[in-house]
């Protein structure tokens, strides 16, 4: 039983953001944030032909910086956020804004790899995250089974939700642009007074105050040793009201209601913790990886000791990975370039492998199945990819296909690879 081979897409310039386009339940689709210091940066569509085997892309412009993370709304195929570099005066800020990407190109397009760029279009400017009293944006988390409304931001050692109202249905009006507009309305009607032009450009900003997102709540993270945010997870799980968060070595969880912390895991690795996910099938079970190496899973009921570790890489873990319907599933990418998928069963939500109803058994079968079920099945390293050639970033399952996955590494190379089928069909049947 021979597995395809994978696909391989280059960017012109170096990357580390990547996701999938997570309204997106059809098409095979992923967003990839190019990081340039020189030129204008941009966010590659990449749409994947399963049957064909081969890329299609669409290339936006994200003029204001290099992108450092990148993620999707989960309720509008169209709209996304990004956390980029922005440089003023000598003072280099990561902010983070919402976006929207041209109608035409929300669901997909059959442009070739070969195409030239020269279509190349830009991106809505929905909203900025006002992070100026805050400090950098690590990192932008959707609400994972909301309508795309609320959004949470780490910026330095603060957690801020955000409740984007109208800002996500309409385009908002930069207060220069505001400013230029004043000044050709005036140019343009000198038979009008000085006053009625003021009150013109008094309405405009309140237009643009109204498109605004609010601050609904805020915490801070207080205390001694490194305070910044790496990373972020929100749970899926308990009506979507707990998020964990990475800072130096230690996890935490918060509850999004109170804003107060509900576990910590001190020491949670020997190094920087660099990346967290929820296992969307077991409510209380986190994945970490970090600078030592390692992938812990926790049970954060209990948090002293983590209930598996896996040490495979020989390199910093940068991502950490739960299939969204087989979370037996696990990805991991680091700076070691490789890509390591793993099968840690004994800790999924079928840890004795696919159960059947006993009225759909024979005899011979119900027997056949009491013996597979008394032990456990065993935990193992299904596949390690090797097609990088620099650190990978960046690994994500698809949205639409489970057996399927894109990994990103910094020298801008993209590569698809498919879960192995003996694999598949062994959890299917």
């Not at 995250?129 to 990192?139: E, F, P, Q, V």
């Not at 603060?158 to 004043?182: C, G």
């Not at 950490?320 to 793993?342: A, F, M, P």
Request: charged fraction near 25%; glycine fraction near 4%; charge should be negative.
């Amino acid at each position: 039983m021979e597995d395809d081979a994978p696909v391989i897409y280059g960017l012109e310039f170096q990357a580390r953001a990547l996701t999938p386009q997570t309204a997106e339940t059809d098409a095979i689709r992923f967003l990839v944030g190019t990081q340039s210091l020189r030129y204008d940066n941009q966010i590659h569509i990449i749409d994947f032909d399963d049957e064909n085997n081969i890329i299609n892309k669409n290339v936006l412009l994200h003029q204001v910086g290099e992108i450092w993370h990148i993620s999707t709304s989960p309720a509008d195929k169209g709209i996304l956020a990004t956390c980029y570099n922005k440089t003023s005066d000598t003072k280099v800020m990561t902010c983070a804004a919402v976006w929207r990407m041209p109608k035409e190109l929300e669901s997909g397009s059959h442009e070739s790899p070969d195409d030239s760029s020269s279509n190349t279009q830009t991106l809505e400017l929905l909203c900025h995250l006002d992070n100026t009293a805050h400090g950098n944006m690590a990192c932008v988390m959707w609400e994972p089974m909301g309508d795309g409304k609320k959004i949470i931001s780490l910026a330095d050692n603060n957690i801020l939700l955000w409740d984007l109202q109208e800002s996500s249905t309409k385009a908002v009006l930069d207060p220069r642009e505001a400013k230029k507009m004043h000044k050709v309305w005036i140019e343009s009607a000198e038979e009008m007074t000085v006053n009625i032009s003021v009150y013109r450009f008094e309405v405009t900003c309140q237009q643009i105050a109204r498109t605004l997102p609010q601050l609904s709540s805020s915490t801070a993270l207080e205390g001694k040793g490194q305070l910044k945010f790496t990373s972020g997870r929100w749970s899926p799980h308990h009506n979507c009201t707990q998020i964990a968060t990475a800072n130096d070595t230690t996890v935490r969880g918060w509850d999004t209601r109170s804003m107060r912390q509900i576990y910590c895991i001190e020491n949670a690795h020997g190094q920087l913790v660099r990346d967290l996910d929820f296992n969307p099938n077991k409510q209380y079970y986190l994945a970490s990886c970090g600078d030592d190496c390692k992938v812990k899973f926790w049970d954060t009921r209990n948090v002293t000791e983590p209930v598996k570790t896996l040490e495979e890489h020989s390199h910093w873990v940068w991502n950490v990975r739960y299939n969204h319907s087989h979370d037996q599933l696990i990805l991991t990418g680091s700076s070691d370039s490789r890509v390591i998928l793993s099968n840690m069963v004994s800790i999924s939500s079928e840890p004795f492998g696919h159960m059947v109803d006993d009225d759909e058994l024979s005899d011979q079968e119900d027997q056949h199945q009491e013996d597979k079920i008394k032990e456990p099945l065993q935990d193992s390293v299904i596949a390690t990819y090797e097609e990088h050639e620099d650190s990978v970033y960046a690994v994500e399952w698809s949205s639409a296909d489970p057996w399927l996955f894109a990994s990103l590494s910094y020298d801008g190379r993209l590569v698809i690879n498919r879960v192995p089928r003996a694999l598949k069909y062994h959890i299917l049947l």
